[in-house]
C-alpha cells in the first residue's frame, strides 16, 4: 500500500478522503497498489468524523513519516501551503493540489525542486476542476505546437453571466442568489474580478507554451461592470457574454488577457453554461481542440486531485516531464491588440449617427427596441489603443465590451 | 536519438512524417531525447519525395534493426497490419497506430503481449482523431468509475448529417458532395453504415469499464435511411440528428449502441457540427465531461500518433498501464433499452390520429407545415421491444429514429 496524507480537510480534501474511500478497488486497479490515507492534516478537530482517528495538528508528524510518499495540498492559498510543498518535496514526498494561488505563483520553483529530488509536483485540479486539461497539455498533445489556448475557467462567474443572460437580471442580484446556492464566496472578488481566471490561464498559458507566463502581467478585467442592458445587446446580436481568459503566442511574442466578452454561435464557447467550464486549444497540426467539463465543486475537483495521487503511484521515483520553463516569452502591448468593440453611447440614434460614424468608421448599429435613450454600435476590428483614443472623444459612452470572432 | 519506423506512407503515415519533421525541436524538448524515422515501409515507391531514401519494402528490415525503438502502424485494415504488430512487439518494439479495425478486433492480445515485452501498444489515434481521449481515460481519469461514454465518433457522418440539416437535401445528394469534397471514400460504406464508429465505441468502452467489449455485439445502424423529411421534423421539435454511438455501465452489466438520435439543445453534442469529433463522458465524482476536436483529417490523426510516439519514447523499457482487461460484461438486451421514439406515418393526421395514440399512448404530434400526406409524433420513454410490437401494429409507418434526452 503506498500511503498518502491530505492537508486541508475543507471542500476540496474531504473529497478526497471520499473519492479514494468510494472508488477503492478501481484506483488500486489503476495505480498498480492500494493508496491509503494515513494522515489529515488541519487545524480544527472533526469529532465524531470517520477522519477523527487519523487527524493530526502538526505537519512535521507527516513530514518525518517515510511511509508517507504522496500528499495531496488542498488548502488554497500562498502560505502556509509554499513552505509545506516545499519541505514535502524537499524530504521526497509528491505532492498534488488544487492550489492555483500557489502554482501560479511558485509553480516553476515546485516543479524544479520536485525534479531535482525525483518526485512529482502535479496540479491538474488547479484550472477547470475535473477537466483533465494539464495532463493533456503534458502527455497528449505532445506533438504539437500550441499557438492559442483560451477558455471559459471560472464557473462562479459564467454562473453569474448565464443566470443573467437568461433571467434578464442584474450583476448584484444574480450575485446574491449565486452566494445563497454556494456558487460565489462571500468574498467574491477573487472570481467576478477576474483574479482566479488569470492566474489559470497564466497556468495553461505556461505548459502550453513551455515558457513562464507571469500573472502579474496579464491584463484583467472582471465582470462587475456587465449590465442587464448589455445582456440585451448580445441577444440582439445573436451573441452571448462569457469571462474569457484567452492567451495567443506568436514566435517568441505572446499576448493574454482576461476579460468579457461577446461571443457568438459559431463558438464553441458559446453554449458552455453555467457553472461548466471549457478550455479551447489550437495546435499547429491539431488544429482546434475543446475540453468541456465541471470547473469547480468538491467532487469534480477531488476526482482531478485523487487522479494526480495515482499518477504519481504510478511514477514514484521518476518525475513526470512538464513543459514548463523559465524562458519568457515578449508580451505584446495591450494597446496593439485589435477586435472589434461593443460600445453603449446615451442619445437618440438619428442625432447621434452622424458623429459616431466619423469617429468609428464603418460602425454598425444594433438597438434594443425596450430600451430608449441609447443606443449600441459595434466598431470595425480595430486595436485597443485606437479604440480608447476613439472613444475618449465620444460624449455619453456607457459602457463597451470587446468581441471575439 | 530515438530510431522509429513508419509502416504506410499513405495519408496519415506522410502526416506523422511531416510532423515529426515540422515540429522537430519541441517534440525533442518533450520526449527528452531527438526522434528520427530511420525507415518508411511502403509497397510503392515515391520517386523524387524526400522519404526516398529511408523507403524500404521488406519488413524484416526494420524488424532486424536493433536501433528501430519505435514503430508506427498506420496501414489501417486487421492484416497485415495484425502479423507486422506482432512481430515488432515480440521484437521488443513498441507501437503506435491509428488502426482502428486491428485495436478493436486485438487490441486485447496485443496490450498483453506489449506488457510482457516491456514495450508499449498505443492507439490514442484509432478513435476521435486528435482529441486526446484515450490518455485522459488512461491517465487522468483514473479516479472515477466511468459509467457512461458517448458520442459522435465518426467525422463522414457528421459532416453528411450537418449538410443535411443546413442544405435540406437528401442523403444521396449530400454524400456525392462529401465524396468529392474528400470527406467520404469512394465505398463509404464504413463510415455510413455505422461500422467505424462501431469499432470505436467499442474500444471507447473496453478502456472506460476496464473490460473486454467486442465490436460484434454492438447493435449498430447506420444512416442512410435518414432522409431530408426526418431533418425537417427534427428542426421543428428544435433537434437535430447526430449518429451516436453510446455506451453506458451498470454495475456488471453494459448497453451499447450506435444509431442515428434526435438530441436537443440542451444536449452539449447538439452543436457538434461538420466533421468534428466529441466524446462525452460521465464519471461517477467527475460528473459530465466533453472532449471535441477534429475527429479525422491527416494531420489531427497524425499529431495523435505522434504524440503517442512521444509517450512511447519517455517510456522505454516500462509499460504504460490501460485498464482494458479480459473481463467480460453481460450485455443489456437491446430489446430492454428504453427512449421516445420519433415515428413518421403516412395518412391524414386528424384521421389516423386516434389509431396513433391508441397504439402509442400519451404520443405528441408533430407536424411540418409543407410535408401533407403524412405527420409525426413522439412516442413516451418505452422499450425497444415495446416499440417494434407496437409499431408493427400500424400500416404506413414511413421512419423511425430516436430519441436523447
Known amino acids: 500500500m503506498i500511503q498518502t496524507a491530505v492537508l486541508g480537510y475543507g471542500t476540496v480534501g474531504s473529497g478526497v478522503v471520499e473519492v479514494l474511500e468510494t472508488n477503492k478497488e478501481s484506483i488500486e486497479k489503476r495505480a498498480g497498489e492500494a493508496i491509503g490515507i494515513k494522515y489529515v492534516l488541519d487545524l480544527r478537530d472533526f469529532p465524531g468524523n470517520p477522519v477523527e482517528d487519523i487527524l493530526v495538528h502538526d505537519y512535521e508528524i507527516i513530514l518525518k513519516d517515510p511511509e508517507v510518499q504522496i500528499i495531496a ?21 509528491s505532492v498534488c493540489t488544487s492550489n492555483k494561488e500557489l502554482v501560479a505563483e511558485h509553480g516553476l520553483e515546485l516543479m524544479e525542486l520536485a525534479k531535482k529530488k525525483k518526485v512529482n509536483y502535479m496540479f491538474e485540479a488547479s484550472c477547470g476542476g475535473g477537466i483533465p486539461i494539464i495532463r493533456a497539455l503534458n ?11 483560451s477558455g471559459i475557467l471560472n464557473g ?29 464566496e462571500r468574498n467574491p472578488e477573487a472570481d467576478v474580478e477576474g483574479y482566479d481566471a488569470c492566474r489559470k490561464i497564466a497556468i495553461l ?45 506568436d514566435g517568441e ?31 499547429n497540426v ?3 481542440a475543446m475540453f468541456y467539463g465541471s470547473g469547480a465543486g468538491k467532487l469534480p475537483t477531488a476526482s ?20 514548463w520553463s523559465n524562458r519568457e516569452l515578449e508580451q505584446v502591448d495591450r494597446k496593439e491588440v485589435t477586435h472589434p468593440f461593443f460600445v453603449r ?5 438619428e442625432e447621434r449617427l452622424p458623429e459616431v460614424l466619423e469617429t468609428f468608421a464603418n460602425s454598425k448599429v444594433v438597438t434594443v427596441p425596450e430600451l430608449t435613450g441609447e443606443f449600441g454600435f459595434v466598431t470595425e476590428c480595430i486595436s485597443e489603443a485606437e479604440f480608447e483614443e476613439k472613444a475618449a472623444k465620444l460624449e455619453g459612452v456607457l459602457g463597451r465590451i470587446r468581441i471575439r470572432a
Open 304 to 323: 482531478a486531485v485523487a487522479g494526480d495521487m495515482v499518477d504519481c503511484a504510478k511514477h514514484l521515483g521518476k518525475t513526470v516531464m512538464m513543459n
Open 253 to 283: 511574442r505572446f499576448s493574454a488577457m482576461v476579460c468579457p466578452v461577446m461571443l457568438g454561435k459559431d463558438s464553441p464557447l458559446y453554449s458552455v453554461n453555467g457553472v461548466f467550464n471549457a478550455v479551447f486549444v489550437h495546435g
Open 156 to 184: 462562479t462567474t459564467n454562473f453569474i453571466l448565464t443566470e443573467m443572460a437568461e433571467s434578464g437580471a442584474d450583476f448584484d442580484a444574480v450575485l446574491k442568489q449565486a452566494q445563497e446556492l454556494g456558487y460565489a
Open 73 to 93: 495540498e488542498v488548502m488554497g492559498g500562498v502560505e502556509p501551503a509554499y513552505t509545506f510543498t516545499k519541505r514535502a518535496l524537499e524530504a521526497g514526498k
Open 286 to 288: 491539431l488544429g482546434d
Open 139 to 149: 502527455s497528449s498533445l505532445t506533438a504539437d505546437e500550441i499557438d492559442r489556448i
Open 205 to 249: 498559458s505556461s505548459l502550453a507554451f513551455g515558457a513562464h507566463v507571469k500573472y502579474r502581467d496579464i491584463y484583467t478585467e472582471g465582470i462587475t461592470k456587465i449590465t442587464a442592458e448589455d445582456m440585451k445587446y448580445a441577444k440582439e446580436l445573436g451573441m452571448t457574454i462569457k469571462l474569457l481568459a484567452d492567451s495567443k503566442r
Open 345 to 349: 453611447i446615451q442619445g437618440n440614434r
